[in-house]
Each structure stands twice: as C-alpha cells, then as structure tokens.
C-alpha cells in the first residue's frame, strides 16, 4: 500500500484540473526548468513526521463468523511539505494564478483519497513571496501547502485464532461450554 504516492497524485490532478492543466511535481531538493508561462510547480513533497501522534498500540480487527483476528501497529503519520511556485510572464498573470491557487486552498481544505478517507490540505506559507533567485524577465512567487497526517504502515499484519482452545464439561446432565480467548 503506497499511501504517499497514491496522496501525492491525488493532489496533483486536482491542482491541474482546478488551477493549472501543465502543473508539474518536481522531487524537494530538484533543480527545475520552467515547462511553459505561466505555469505552477509543486516541489516536493518533504516528509515531516508528525511524532506527538506516534503511539505503539496495535489496530485489532476481529471476524467472529470465522473466529480469526488480523492486527497491526498503528501507522506513522507524516505531513507531506511542498514548495508552490508559480511562474508567468507578466504581472497580470501572475495574479491571475495567486488568486487561482488562493481559492484553491479556500475550496479544498480536505484532500479526498479515493476511497482511503480524506487529509486536511493546509497553506503554509501563503502565495506571494519573491523569495526565488530570477535571473530573467519572468516574474514568480512561491509558497508552501502542507497535507497533514498521511499514513504510513508498516506492512506487517499478524493473523490468529480469535479463541484458543474450546472445552466441554459435562456435570450432572448439564453442559458447560467455556470459551479461553487470547
């Protein structure tokens, strides 16, 4: 089960439905070249674990019809960080973008996971900076977007019988059955 993975790419054909068709993912530590103006480049993601949600408890599901169970250790939750950059050939379109992804994040505060469930999507750093070293005559701003607590599991499950062993006790015509469970 690659969670990360299947999250990441939820996102991105989402950004490039609702903001821009030619976005692209580029890894966190990237060099990248600008495909086409304008456009929105996601650089990342950045995996961020998210520790004060760490627990060593395990997830027990229990088939009674079957009498088996399956367990397994909570997953690790981690925040996946990217930089938003987005870069055009003018002002007026470089508004025109900030304002997209800006409602963007207004009309998507949850990312919906097929049918895993759904991670909250936050902005970090809202969209506007000029921070990026530009050396032509293209104007960009960048931010960061977060996707909060994605799991990641182990893979390892452990299956048993729900009950160990099963005795019949027979006292004057009655029966008593009594069930030992782990």
Request: charged residues 30%.
């Amino acid at each position: 089960m690659e969670t990360v993975r299947t999250v990441v790419e939820n996102l991105i054909r989402l950004i490039k439905a609702e903001i821009d068709p030619d976005a692209v993912l580029v890894a966190a530590d990237d060099v990248f070249e600008v495909p086409n103006v304008p456009s929105l480049i996601l650089q990342g993601p950045t995996l961020v674990e998210n520790g004060d949600r760490r627990t060593m408890a395990h997830i027990v599901e229990k088939d009674v019809p079957n009498l088996v169970y399956e367990q397994c250790r909570h997953p690790r939750l981690y925040h996946l960080d990217f930089d938003v950059i987005v870069t055009a050939g003018h002002e007026g379109d470089l508004l025109d973008i900030q304002e997209r992804v800006a409602r963007f994040y207004q009309l998507h505060p949850v990312l919906v996971v097929e049918d895993r469930g759904s991670l909250n999507l936050t902005e970090i750093v809202p969209l506007g900076g000029l921070r990026r070293v530009n050396l032509s005559n293209l104007r960009q701003s960048s931010g960061r977007c977060r996707i909060e607590d994605c799991p990641v599991y182990d893979g390892l499950v452990e299956t048993g019988p729900l009950i160990k062993d099963r005795r019949f006790e027979f006292r004057d015509g009655v029966e008593e059955d009594r069930l030992h469970t782990p």
